[in-house]
């Protein structure tokens, strides 16, 4: 009996292991279109260059089965907005006289890469050039990318590709690190290439980290193609076989919630674990600036006084500041309710 | 896995041609892409790293890519591109094949094309016809065959040419249309998806065209050349070849094109022809469309049926956005419970007759059948050659998406527990496959085979001397040392026994 | 003197011999010689026979939910 029904077992066996069959996936890529930082970068990788890249590799994702779908999103500085896929007016259609992509190209490709790249076309031709800051809307972006996949969940599975360039100074933290959670959760990954080779992005790595993506700076331009087809390829049919490029430190820090500096030593908050980059902070009120609680004035003056010495003790040793956190405590041990223990030395892990 | 079952037919066929005829095939930049499509993912994975890579790549340097225990796949990656010849190695560097890698870059950056995917008319057509009308028409065309093979009542029968295949691969017997009947292989075919009947037929086109002098390269540029065209839009027959016309004839009358008239020069691929080369999930979504045809069919006739009557009308309205909303999501319509009990929202007659093959049926509904699966059932199938995996992967194919979903979850559940699970993912409840599976092999419990015993030797040399001429020979099936016992089939006997005759002869 | 047999040889699990051998108790025609824990020879014009009834035996230890059913109207 055994040997018999070892045949028939066996062979389902192997045949379940092959169980990641070709599924249809969702890539849907952001591009920084920041043109202020694009302008920065064009003696090594014009905008224009980057597109091309890109356009190839989503041709190729599109190659590799033809339920793929992708869409794309330009992370703008006046708000994020679908490059595609994107309600074009007949009007518009009507007008548009350049053709981007040769006409007897696959369909299925032409189709795609003529309406996002007209459209991105047009968000730099009707656009004067910001006066002031332009300010980053990734986490908006994120969220439109989430939103999206969400929509098509049910019978594609996704992954996010961002291009980026800006650095991390204008960023949100929270919202970031609420659409990076909600993408864990959904097993979407986030690639993420850095484009500039002046800078990483502190959130981004966590980012990839946290949703088993590729985060890469490329700092040759010439080769991001090359770039584009192997580490920014890894499509969600192989992630398990592939062994995926990942960076050795990844930069862990948080931002503080009210300054959005990014933090070395910080304060965490025991109610609602919001990160502040100073003591000072609560102000007057002694009160918790996210969550409103009421904090130990004892308590916050001495963790006042022992960041004094912290500062005045890395000065004398020549390194920078213990990277520790202190928590304050709010104890409810004693009955007042606002009373608040000393903090415990161990810093919280973020 | 179905799926896959018709990768692994097309791939063999493919891996099989000459290298000759396969480099001629690379010369087509649509038939690239077509081929890149059916490949295993890491190979697709491996051709996309070198195409933009001027140099060649070191073969070691493939093997860093793949995690050591996901071994096995990347050497069956691997394989597949080579016995393609789209992969060269000298044993230490790799190359891939030119054409291939010059034409697929072609198609990726839209360079130098020409008319591989297909010349759209230019003109309007004063008969334009909707993908509606297209899928109607395709699915009318299939299921008429498809109802053909099991027997429907028919008021026309397919043409002779799809008479003359269906014979040809062995899936019907029989001289006259009114004859036929369907063979084992025909239950069998009638259980995998629409992609893969193609699939199959169209081999089998393939193996008949080479006796008939057609060129294959010519027959598969076409057809992976329909694979890539557009649904919906009509295409000139101006840069067909001769080959091709013949062809475009013959695959009119199983749906995959149309045309108005046979000296139109215009065509129209329909869904059956442009998911040629891809995927399960668009082919359940192309059979869906069919369903849908059925279904809106349906809905109208209730609608007309039911006016006055608001509750009816309210239903009716509902079932049509619900089906307009769903047209992906509802791409199976079996649900199965690990009590056995059966249901399937269906009321096309054709996969209630293919449910029928393996399920007791018990009570028929308007868009629901239901039924139980018992082992009686199963031994029917069985005994009528459909084994239990195609059984399950028929469950699994059409499986309803609710199915699906909670099987993902479960499993995703699972995973998060404990991610080092050895926990396979099973769409269908475990118990249910391994029961199917038990009742197959419940049919393979006995093993029997005619022949002869072969006993009461007098010493052990002429026991040890016949025994091994059995063995040598082949014909031995059992054997027993200490009893000096041994048997040999029916064909070996005669065999054995004259030689026997002579060994003892001469002993004496 | 060596001899040859006619017959059939079956290849079955322990368990299913034991069925076949007990099919045999009673008619005492159809297993020619008992050769080991999981072979028999049996008379080859009875295998269809044997099938049959192992396959009788056999369904009585599958619950069949259709019998229940027929019984209650």
Request: glycine share 4%; with cysteine.
């Amino acid at each position: 009996m055994d040997a018999i029904a070892d045949k028939t077992f066996k062979t389902d066996a192997n045949s379940s292991t092959s169980h990641n069959y070709d599924s249809p996936s969702l890539l849907t890529v952001i591009i920084d279109t920041n043109p202020v930082i694009w302008e920065q970068l064009e003696p090594t990788l014009s905008f224009k260059a980057m597109l091309e890249s890109l356009t190839v590799s989503i041709n190729s994702h599109l190659a590799l089965n033809n339920a793929n779908e992708v869409a794309v999103i330009a992370n703008h500085y006046e708000g994020a907005q679908f490059l595609y896929p994107c309600h074009v007016s007949r009007e518009d259609e009507e007008n548009q006289q350049v053709n981007f992509v040769k006409t007897d190209m696959y369909r299925q490709f032409r189709i795609i890469d003529d309406s996002f790249l007209s459209q991105a076309f047009k968000l730099f031709k009707d656009d004067t050039p910001p006066t002031t800051q332009p300010k980053n809307f990734l986490s908006a972006s994120l969220s439109l990318a989430l939103a999206y996949i969400n929509k098509k969940q049910s019978h594609l599975k996704s992954r996010i590709l961002i291009m980026n360039v800006t650095p991390d100074t204008h960023l949100q933290y929270i919202p970031i690190m609420n659409s990076i959670f909600a993408a864990e959760k959904n097993h979407i990954p986030i690639d993420v290439a850095q484009l500039s080779p002046h800078y990483n992005s502190t959130f981004l790595q966590q980012a990839s980290d946290a949703t088993h993506g590729v985060y890469l700076q490329i700092k040759t331009h010439t080769a991001l193609i090359q770039y584009m087809m192997t580490v920014f390829f890894i499509d969600l049919s192989i992630r398990d076989s592939v062994i995926i490029p990942g960076i050795k430190e990844i930069d862990f820090r948080a931002a503080c919630y009210v300054t959005g500096d990014i933090v070395d030593v910080g304060f965490v908050c025991s109610v609602c674990l919001c990160i502040l980059s100073d003591v000072s902070l609560v102000g007057k009120e002694r009160r918790c600036p996210v969550c409103d609680v009421q904090f130990d004035v004892n308590v916050l003056r001495k963790l006042a006084d022992r960041k004094f010495a912290a500062l005045i003790g890395s000065g004398a040793n020549g390194e920078s500041g213990a990277v520790k956190k202190r928590k304050l405590i709010n104890g409810q041990s004693n009955g007042t309710g606002t009373t608040a223990t000393s903090a415990t030395a161990s810093p919280m892990p973020l | 896995m179905a799926s896959n079952l018709f990768k692994l037919t097309v791939n063999d066929y493919l891996e099989g041609l000459p290298e000759a005829t396969q480099s001629k095939l690379y010369q087509s930049p649509a038939t690239c892409l077509a081929i890149f499509r059916l490949l295993p993912n890491l190979a697709k994975f491996y051709i996309m790293t070198m195409i933009f890579n001027e140099k060649p790549v070191r073969l070691l340097d493939l093997d860093t890519w793949v995690k050591p225990q996901k071994r096995a796949e990347q050497v069956e990656g691997i394989r597949s591109i080579k016995s393609l010849h789209i992969l060269k190695d000298n044993g230490e560097v790799a190359v891939l094949n030119p054409k291939f890698r010059e034409n697929l870059k072609n198609v990726l950056t839209g360079v130098d094309i020409g008319v591989s995917f297909g010349a759209p008319c230019e003109t309007e057509d004063s008969n334009k016809v909707d993908i509606s009308f297209l899928d109607t028409y395709a699915s009318n065309k299939w299921e008429t065959i498809l109802h053909f093979m099991v027997g429907t009542e028919l008021n026309e029968f397919p043409s002779k040419g799809v008479l003359h295949l269906l014979r040809h691969s062995g899936l019907m017997t029989g001289g006259t249309p009114k004859a036929m009947v369907i063979t084992n292989e025909g239950f069998q075919f009638l259980l995998q998806d629409v992609n893969a009947q193609i699939w199959t037929l169209l081999l089998q086109y393939l193996r008949m065209a080479e006796s008939l002098q057609m060129d294959p390269v010519d027959v598969l540029n076409f057809i992976f050349m329909l694979g890539s065209l557009e649904l919906g839009k009509d295409y000139s027959t101006s840069v067909l070849s001769e080959t091709q016309l013949n062809l475009l004839r013959d695959l009119k009358d199983y749906g995959l094109i149309y045309q108005r008239k046979d000296s139109s020069k215009r065509f129209y691929p329909t869904r059956l022809a442009t998911t040629l080369t891809s995927d399960a999930t668009t082919l359940k979504s192309a059979s869906t469309a069919m369903s849908q045809v059925i279904k809106s069919a349906t809905t109208t006739t209730t609608t007309s049926s039911n006016k006055g009557n608001t509750s009816g009308s309210q239903e009716s309205s509902s079932t049509a956005v619900s089906a307009a909303s769903s047209t992906i999501e509802n791409a199976g319509s079996i649900i199965i419970e690990t009590n056995f009990k059966l249901y399937a929202y269906t009321n096309s007659p054709l996969q209630i007759a293919i449910l029928n093959l393996f399920v007791h049926l018990k009570s028929r509904f308007a868009n629901l059948v239901t039924g139980q699966i018992t082992r009686e059932s199963v031994r029917k199938a069985l005994l009528n050659g459909i084994t239990a995996e195609q059984m399950i992967a028929y469950l699994e194919t059409h499986a309803h998406p609710q199915l699906r979903k909670t099987a993902e979850e479960v499993y995703q559940k699972k995973i998060q527990y404990d991610a080092n699970t050895n926990e396979k993912f099973h769409l269908i409840q475990p118990n249910i496959t391994d029961q199917i599976k038990l009742w197959q092999l419940e049919l393979d419990r006995i093993l029997t085979w005619d022949g002869y015993l072969f006993t009461d030797f007098s010493n052990e040399e002429e026991y040890q001397v016949l025994q091994s001429y059995a063995e040598e020979i082949g014909v031995m099936l059992w054997c027993d040392h200490n009893k000096r016992k041994f048997f040999v089939t029916k064909e070996g006997n005669a065999q054995v026994i004259a030689y026997a005759n002579r060994k003892l002869r001469k002993g004496k | 003197m060596t001899r040859a047999i006619k017959g059939a040889l079956v290849e079955c699990d322990a368990s299913i011999r034991a069925l076949i051998v007990r099919i045999d108790s009673e008619r005492h025609d159809v297993v020619i010689q008992e050769l080991d824990e999981t072979h028999l020879l049996i008379d080859s014009n009875k295998v269809d026979f044997v099938k049959a009834e192992l396959n009788r035996l056999l369904s009585k230890n599958t619950y069949n939910p259709l019998d229940d059913e027929e019984i209650q109207p």
